[in-house]
């Protein structure tokens, strides 16, 4: 419990994500276009289709799906990172994954702070795709050196953001007013800033190694790369983006369409190129100008059990590797998907994806125990089940959208080389794992359903 006066983690996270949304819209005008456009499509979806927004608003789904947001953001180094977690754990966010991207020729490796119980995510499910950028993995050692001493001169935290963090650790939380502050002081970390703190030549040099090495090493801070709502239909958004002035990346990355969706759907539009001022420009006026900032949307389906991710994977090989080389992406993923079975009976009797049970009614049929088998008492009508949101990223899908704000270049070729050791070291903590997480939601609803299953048999 919080001591008397204090205001929860969820409520400053709420705080903070609405903060973040109105500096970005303020910052990159298209994100509003796109979360208006994001909200006309899910009031025309839930108007169309009443069954499913009685679902969401069963689920809870309902209400947090206008505030529903991610953003990402890129450090440079440990410190940075084991700070970020400081702070994000203010706001009741919990590292959760390990993401290796360097096997997609991207020099970084990230975990998601986001809440993890029910209720928090409920409240506000803002979570923040965090990488850290693997410097190890440029060859020149120089340029590394170059890269890592000015990254060790430049302090991204306020001093009053740093004293809130520790305060709210040594006093288990904030009061009304801090928290507001800690919003304020927060925020300055993920601002914009056109100043690039190195020379045009540096900058050029950090470019040409990788431009996400240059996004990262040459600004003040690590500024919200982008924010991107949840939309209940991205092949419509999807559709509509290019009518709204948006230019939206060639494919959907994830699974394709489906009657029952699984895992994530994301798209973007191409980062915004940007005037910056590099340290020599004073007097000479010339800037230069940086591509990182964008908008995306995402569509989530339900979280699959390891048996339904290694699935999902293989066939996502399939598709991109192995589909006939003439037909369009979106159709080959169509058809290796066809092996992927899309009926939650089928997915959840098979145990491909993860449900919350509850019981249906007040009785059991004669002859059924309440600690019967689970999908018995699915059958049987004593219980019912629904999908459990996926709450996490895809390295694969992260990967695309890397790629495609990295404006199609920068495809550098590095080993794949996994260190979660090593982000967890310099993160300060372990990082959780989503499928336990998954797991323990759905067995403490089985346990929940049979307990007041017991009660009925007994009554
Ligand atoms: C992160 C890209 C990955 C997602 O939603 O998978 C991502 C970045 O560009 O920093 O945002
Ligand atoms: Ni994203």
Request: net charge negative; hydrophobic share 45%; charged share 25%.
């Given at each position: 419990?919080?001591?008397?006066?204090?205001?929860?983690?969820?409520?400053?996270?709420?705080?903070?994500?609405?903060?973040?949304?109105?500096?970005?819209?303020?910052?990159?005008?298209?994100?509003?276009?796109?979360?208006?456009?994001?909200?006309?499509?899910n009031a025309q979806v839930l108007q169309a289709d009443p069954a499913l927004r009685a679902r969401l608003a069963a689920t809870g789904a309902l209400d947090r799906l206008d505030?529903e947001?991610?953003?990402?953001?890129?450090?440079?180094?440990?410190?940075?990172?084991?700070?970020?977690?400081?702070?994000?754990?203010?706001?009741?966010?919990?590292?959760?994954?390990?993401?290796?991207?360097?096997?997609?020729?991207?020099?970084?490796?990230?975990?998601?702070?986001?809440?993890?119980?029910d209720?928090?995510l409920a409240?506000?499910p803002?979570?923040?795709?965090?990488?850290?950028?693997?410097?190890?993995?440029?060859?020149?050692?120089?340029?590394?050196?170059?890269?890592?001493?000015?990254?060790?001169?430049?302090?991204?935290?306020?001093?009053?953001?740093?004293?809130?963090?520790?305060?709210?650790?040594?006093?288990?939380?904030?009061?009304?007013?801090?928290?507001?502050?800690?919003?304020?002081?927060?925020?300055?970390?993920?601002?914009?800033?056109?100043?690039?703190?190195?020379?045009?030549?540096?900058?050029?040099?950090?470019?040409?190694?990788?431009?996400?090495?240059?996004?990262?090493?040459?600004?003040?801070?690590?500024?919200?790369?982008?924010?991107?709502?949840r939309t209940l239909d991205?092949?419509?958004?999807?559709?509509?983006?290019?009518?709204?002035?948006?230019?939206?990346?060639?494919?959907?990355?994830?699974?394709?369409?489906r009657a029952c969706p699984i895992?994530?759907?994301?798209?973007?539009?191409?980062?915004?190129?940007?005037?910056?001022?590099?340290?020599?420009?004073?007097?000479?006026?010339?800037?230069?100008?940086?591509?990182?900032?964008?908008?995306?949307?995402?569509q989530r389906g339900m979280a699959?059990?390891?048996?339904?991710?290694?699935?999902?994977?293989?066939?996502?090989?399939?598709?991109?590797?192995?589909?006939?080389?003439?037909?369009?992406?979106?159709?080959?993923?169509?058809?290796?998907?066809?092996?992927?079975?899309d009926s939650e009976d089928?997915l959840r009797?098979?145990?491909?994806a993860y449900f919350r049970y509850a019981p249906a009614?007040?009785?059991?049929?004669?002859?059924?125990?309440?600690?019967?088998?689970?999908?018995?008492?699915v059958?049987?009508?004593?219980a019912v089940a629904t999908p459990i949101t996926y709450?996490?990223?895809?390295?694969?899908?992260?990967?695309?959208?890397?790629?495609?704000?990295?404006?199609?270049?920068?495809?550098?070729?590095?080993?794949?080389?996994?260190?979660?050791?090593?982000?967890?070291?310099?993160?300060?903590?372990?990082?959780?794992?989503?499928?336990?997480?998954?797991?323990?939601i759905?067995?403490?609803s089985?346990?929940?359903?049979?307990?007041?299953?017991?009660?009925?048999?007994?009554?």
């Amino acid at each position: 419990m919080n001591k008397t006066g204090m205001i929860s983690a969820d409520e400053i996270r709420a705080r903070f994500a609405r903060a973040m949304s109105d500096m970005y819209r303020q910052e990159v005008p298209q994100y509003g276009t796109l979360t208006d456009l994001v909200a006309r499509i899910n009031a025309q979806v839930l108007q169309a289709d009443p069954a499913l927004r009685a679902r969401l608003a069963a689920t809870g789904a309902l209400d947090r799906l206008d505030v529903e947001r991610h953003g990402a953001i890129r450090l440079g180094t440990a410190a940075e990172l084991a700070t970020m977690r400081r702070l994000f754990a203010v706001m009741g966010m919990a590292p959760v994954g390990y993401y290796d991207l360097s096997a997609a020729g991207i020099p970084v490796h990230s975990t998601a702070f986001r809440p993890v119980d029910d209720a928090a995510l409920a409240r506000n499910p803002f979570r923040v795709f965090t990488s850290l950028l693997r410097l190890d993995l440029i060859a020149d050692t120089a340029l590394r050196a170059e890269a890592e001493r000015i990254l060790a001169a430049r302090h991204i935290f306020t001093p009053g953001a740093l004293a809130l963090i520790a305060q709210a650790e040594a006093e288990g939380g904030l009061a009304d007013a801090q928290a507001d502050l800690f919003v304020r002081e927060a925020l300055e970390t993920f601002r914009w800033h056109r100043e690039a703190t190195v020379s045009a030549a540096t900058y050029r040099r950090l470019h040409d190694a990788h431009r996400l090495i240059a996004d990262v090493v040459c600004f003040k801070g690590p500024h919200i790369n982008h924010l991107t709502p949840r939309t209940l239909d991205i092949d419509a958004a999807q559709a509509e983006m290019p009518a709204c002035g948006m230019r939206a990346k060639d494919v959907v990355e994830g699974p394709p369409r489906r009657a029952c969706p699984i895992l994530l759907r994301q798209t973007s539009f191409a980062a915004l190129e940007e005037p910056i001022l590099f340290r020599d420009d004073a007097g000479t006026g010339q800037g230069g100008c940086h591509t990182a900032r964008f908008g995306e949307i995402e569509q989530r389906g339900m979280a699959l059990t390891p048996k339904g991710r290694a699935l999902y994977d293989r066939l996502l090989r399939t598709a991109r590797d192995d589909g006939p080389a003439d037909q369009p992406y979106a159709t080959r993923l169509q058809r290796a998907f066809t092996r992927f079975p899309d009926s939650e009976d089928e997915l959840r009797t098979q145990g491909l994806a993860y449900f919350r049970y509850a019981p249906a009614g007040a009785s059991l049929p004669p002859g059924l125990s309440a600690d019967a088998p689970i999908d018995d008492l699915v059958r049987a009508g004593a219980a019912v089940a629904t999908p459990i949101t996926y709450e996490d990223f895809l390295p694969v899908s992260a990967a695309g959208i890397f790629r495609s704000n990295l404006g199609g270049g920068g495809g550098a070729d590095y080993a794949a080389n996994a260190d979660r050791a090593g982000f967890e070291a310099a993160l300060g903590a372990a990082v959780q794992d989503e499928c336990t997480l998954y797991a323990a939601i759905q067995d403490q609803s089985i346990a929940a359903t049979r307990h007041a299953l017991h009660g009925a048999a007994s009554a």
